[in-house]
């Protein structure tokens, strides 16, 4: 018997707020990254579960897209995180705010 | 076009105008590097028109009387639904008279101009603006159409803007030319509206076809409301009053400009349209007798006001107003034969006293106040003999071409039963020979009163030689309508009607008042600015305020600066300084002060912290899921 997809879609629910809150709570950049992270992968779980049960291979072929993607955004974004800190000395995303009007 | 042959010339009428119009160009575009050949080449042009004239107007001669007319067909020209202009040229007696006058006296002016205007910086431009106005003024009245004789119209007066301020670092040149440019817009707008109603009325501009149908197509009033327009338009054109305050002020353009436009040609287009239209002046009547009241108002007024002035170019300019004024005289009683050759005869006159106070000018260091003139016959004898000639034409010294001119007017007067016509026009005519007069015996009689005039030299053979033709042209040219029926009337007779002649004082004793009226006012006039027996200055003082009040043209000039001007200055000041940059300004400034005020609250939400974006998108995003899970 298979697992019902409802528990893969509360685990990814779930996986996603913590993202989410992660995003939106903390000021450490670094932090801030891995919790969007956390938010993507959510996604991929979701993406995963729904090609499983409609024995679509689209999902996880999508899926793996979207891993691709993320790991070309995690090297610009670490190289921006890397260039914020040699101007502030801090990764503090508060601290980064020359655009305010 | 006519059911007999055309003779052969007549194909070339289109080459009249066409010519100075090819060298006008040539010399606008190439005259800088022509040097003194662009002023050759311009006088050859309007040379080689006035031999066409002549041609022209022989073989116009070897037709039947009744049947000389030539219409040619160029090209059409506007072509709107039903409602068609061609670019028609017409040759009838009327024109060939004008386009003669046009070619002969211009060309006489372009000659002289060549020495005249020698060393000047802009020679050539000054040629191509001559010529160019020698084609306009030979396609207004060669026109078959009015909307041609308009293009004509306008384009004289084009250039007549251009060559008063043709010195234009000169402010004072620059605002008269557009003084003369302005007022006379104010006829022409009126005229424009004239031509507007003979379209909607007619279906056409075709002189042929509005002559033929005028009678059935018009009624009374409508002939009166389209006559009066078109005679506003001549009345800015000829400088009638009202509107004749810019013709002295656009003497300050080049002399031989004076010459041509502003006394031989451009100005009597006014009198050349009166008489061209003069069908439906005669069904209107009323029309007519605006006319004749206009033209005596004028002639009066501005003799009295060239009798006060000092400007040698100004007491011309004022003559020639006077003169204008004879003329619409005769046409406003239906003399149109008169006025034709009153034009003709003043062309020359005019023409060569114009040129004759240039020559003078030209010799004593560009001076014009006739009270720093004096004495003139020793140094220039040339010039001074020739001016006399023509003065004596104007005053009406028999047996030359104005005596003649004016007695033709004040005979048709008599003869028609207008007896106060008749005398106020004499009393004219003795204004006429008092100003003129006074001009004469101020400048080349008595003492040199100037160190200009005491060092005055003749002017070359170039300038002398005009003069001397147009005085030659002056003293005969009234034999042209010498015999008892008129030569020149009866040439005219099929294109403008003759006027009927009554009972009157006979032509003999008509003569001889008028001969004892000039020789009055020529003794008057020696007596006191010739003889030396009159002290001037104390004269003048006797006679206050009649000087000051003639010098200032009875102050019309001054009202209209009242009245007119100020008034307009002053809103086009408010307009500039209070409508413009308070109202209008202030609108856009507003709009801008409120674009950045809405930008100064609205920059508040952009804090700079990342994380307060990141809560709107999210929020967003749950606002945008909720949306689309609820709705229906």
Redesign the interface.
């Known amino acids: 018997m298979r697992t019902p997809i409802a528990y893969f879609l509360v685990l990814s629910g779930i996986l996603f707020s913590i993202g989410?809150a992660g995003?939106?709570?903390r000021?450490n950049a670094l932090v801030?990254f891995m919790s969007v992270e956390l938010q993507l992968n959510a996604v991929n779980l979701t993406l995963v579960a729904f090609s499983r049960m409609h024995g679509d291979l689209g999902g996880q072929v999508l899926a793996f897209f979207s891993m691709v993607v993320a790991a070309a955004e995690v090297v610009v974004g670490l190289a921006i995180i890397v260039s914020v800190y040699r101007r502030h000395h801090s990764v503090n995303?508060?601290e980064?705010?020359?655009?305010?009007? | 076009m006519t059911p007999q042959a055309v003779p052969s010339s007549m194909h070339l009428l289109w080459l009249i105008p066409a010519l100075p119009l090819a060298v006008a160009i040539v010399n606008l575009f190439v005259g800088k590097r022509l040097g003194k050949l662009a002023g050759v080449l311009a006088s050859v042009a309007v040379a080689c028109s006035f031999a066409l004239s002549v041609m022209v107007v022989r073989d116009l001669l070897t037709m039947p009387a009744e049947s000389r007319l030539y219409i040619r067909h160029l090209f059409d020209w506007i072509r709107v639904g039903g409602f068609n202009v061609g670019a028609d040229l017409r040759l009838d007696q009327v024109s060939a008279v004008m386009i003669m006058v046009v070619t002969g006296v211009g060309m006489l002016i372009h000659i002289y101009a060549i020495g005249y205007m020698d060393g000047d910086p802009r020679y050539g431009r000054f040629f191509a603006y001559m010529n160019l106005f020698v084609f306009f003024m030979l396609i207004l009245v060669l026109g078959e159409n009015l909307l041609v004789l308009y293009l004509g119209w306008e384009g004289v007066g084009l250039c007549s803007y251009l060559l008063i301020g043709f010195w234009f670092d000169k402010t004072e040149n620059a605002v008269a030319a557009k003084k003369a440019f302005i007022t006379t817009r104010i006829g022409d707008t009126l005229m424009l509206v004239g031509l507007a109603l003979i379209a909607q009325k007619f279906g056409t501009l075709d002189f042929t076809v509005i002559f033929g149908t005028a009678a059935g197509t018009l009624t009374k009033d409508a002939a009166t409301v389209i006559s009066l327009l078109l005679f506003a338009g001549a009345v800015g054109k000829s400088a009638q009053l009202p509107l004749h305050v810019w013709l002295p002020d656009a003497m300050a353009g080049p002399t031989p400009v004076s010459a041509l436009i502003h006394a031989a040609t451009m100005v009597t287009a006014g009198v050349y349209l009166v008489i061209r239209m003069h069908p439906l002046f005669e069904i209107s009547g009323v029309a007519l007798t605006v006319v004749l009241i206009v033209g005596l108002l004028t002639a009066i007024y501005a003799a009295t006001c060239a009798l006060g002035q000092d400007d040698i170019k100004r007491v011309l300019a004022y003559s020639t107003i006077s003169q204008l004024g004879f003329m619409f005289m005769a046409v406003g009683m239906r003399a149109y034969a008169a006025a034709m050759f009153m034009l003709v005869a003043h062309a020359f006159y005019k023409a060569l006293m114009f040129l004759g106070a240039g020559s003078v000018m030209h010799g004593t260091h560009d001076q014009t106040d006739m009270n720093r003139f004096g004495g003139l016959l020793k140094p220039m004898p040339i010039t001074a003999i020739t001016f006399m000639i023509g003065a004596a034409a104007q005053a009406g010294v028999p047996p030359l071409a104005g005596f003649f001119a004016k007695d033709a007017i004040l005979e048709i007067a008599d003869h028609s039963g207008r007896i106060g016509i008749y005398v106020l026009g004499s009393a004219g005519a003795f204004l006429s020979a008092a100003y003129i007069g006074r001009m004469v015996f101020l400048t080349f009689f008595g003492a040199p009163r100037s160190q200009d005039a005491a060092h005055a030299h003749e002017s070359p053979a170039v300038m002398w030689f005009p003069l001397a033709v147009l005085a030659a042209g002056a003293a005969t040219i009234g034999w042209l309508n010498l015999t008892p029926e008129g030569r020149l009337s009866e040439w005219l007779r099929p294109a403008a009607a003759v006027a009927v002649s009554g009972p009157g004082l006979s032509t003999g004793v008509l003569l001889a008042i008028a001969v004892a009226i000039t020789a009055a006012a020529l003794l008057l006039t020696w007596w006191i600015f010739g003889s030396g027996r009159v002290d001037r200055a104390a004269f003048l003082d006797r006679a206050e305020p009649l000087p000051r009040l003639f010098k200032n043209g009875w102050y019309i000039d001054q009202a209209y600066r009242t009245v007119l001007v100020r008034p307009s200055e002053v809103g086009a000041a408010i307009t500039a300084q209070v409508v413009d940059a308070k109202i209008v300004d202030g609108a856009f400034n507003a709009i801008g002060a409120g674009t950045k005020r809405l930008a100064q609250a609205g920059r508040r939400i952009q804090t700079g912290y990342v994380r307060s974006y990141a809560l709107a998108i999210a929020l967003g995003a749950v606002a945008l899921l909720l949306y689309v899970g609820v709705r229906p």
């Open positions: 989410t995003v939106l709570l000021k801030i995303v508060d980064a705010r020359e655009l305010s009007g």
